[in-house]
């Protein structure tokens, strides 16, 4: 498992500043979420991770120096390949050692095994987010950025697909980075919660999440958990 050390000191686009001073640490195996406005910079800071973006005043640091961690990353949109079934849109991204049982173990956690030859255009949304979830998965990341990976989905259908990402988390723990809009989501799912200013995109806090992966079953435990927040953190009532 990887840690992360953000220090962004600046990233800039021709009309904006977007990220200014963040600093932000992971811990190894830790689970953390990033709740901000809309268009606050986000999924800039993910590509910044990631390698995407490279055009910023700063440094990130993915484990120790001279290492070359693994990345999975799930975007907003599946990005899918149209052409390519299901399995074949996850097995671009095998190496030659991983076996055919380590994918049909994955599609099989994600309850996918029996659309797995089908093309992307027969899916569901849901289904679609699935095979996405897979594909980060799969390469056995040390570090995995999620961008709201579960938006435009419906509540049922966005728990299930949540729970089963935590099962395959719990089964291979490596460190998370995780972008939602939704304080109920991320309570459930975090170890940490990071809440950030917009304009430019600041920390404005972190929280940590008291309970066990257990007692987060409970809705009106984690309510009452959000409820406490808003008083304690009136400056963040827009984000709560």
């Not at 992360?4 to 963040?22: E, G, H, L, M």
């Not at 830790?30 to 995407?52: A, D, H, I, M, Q």
């Not at 809009?181 to 806090?205: G, K, T, W, Y």
């Not at 066990?212 to 009106?220: G, I, K, L, V, Y």
Request: overall charge negative.
């Amino acid at each position: 498992m990887t840690t992360i050390n953000i220090n962004i000191r600046n990233k800039r686009y021709p009309q904006a500043t977007v990220i200014s001073d963040f600093r932000l640490a992971l811990n190894a195996g830790e689970f953390v979420c990033l709740l901000g406005p809309s268009g606050c910079g986000k999924t800039t800071l993910l590509n910044c991770l990631s390698g995407l973006d490279t055009s910023y005043e700063g440094e990130v640091l993915l484990g120790e120096k001279h290492t070359h961690p693994k990345i999975g990353y799930i975007f907003q949109n599946p990005r899918l390949l149209p052409w390519r079934t299901v399995r074949e849109n996850i097995q671009l991204v095998l190496d030659q050692q991983q076996t055919p049982d380590s994918l049909d173990a994955l599609l099989d956690a994600m309850h996918l095994l029996e659309v797995q030859h089908q093309y992307p255009e027969r899916l569901s949304l849901g289904m679609s987010r699935r095979v996405a979830i897979i594909r980060a998965f799969a390469i056995n990341p040390d570090i995995l950025l999620m961008d709201e990976p579960f938006v435009s989905l419906d509540a049922p259908t966005a728990r299930q697909v949540r729970e089963l990402l935590l099962q395959l988390w719990q089964q291979r723990p490596h460190t998370v980075l995780f972008v939602t809009h939704d304080l109920r989501e991320a309570i459930a799912m975090a170890d940490r919660l990071v809440f950030l200013s917009a304009n430019p995109m600041q920390v404005v806090c972190e929280v940590p999440v008291p309970y066990s992966r257990a007692q987060r079953q409970d809705e009106t435990l984690l309510e009452d958990f959000r409820m406490q927040l808003k008083s304690q953190y009136p400056e963040l009532k827009d984000l709560l």
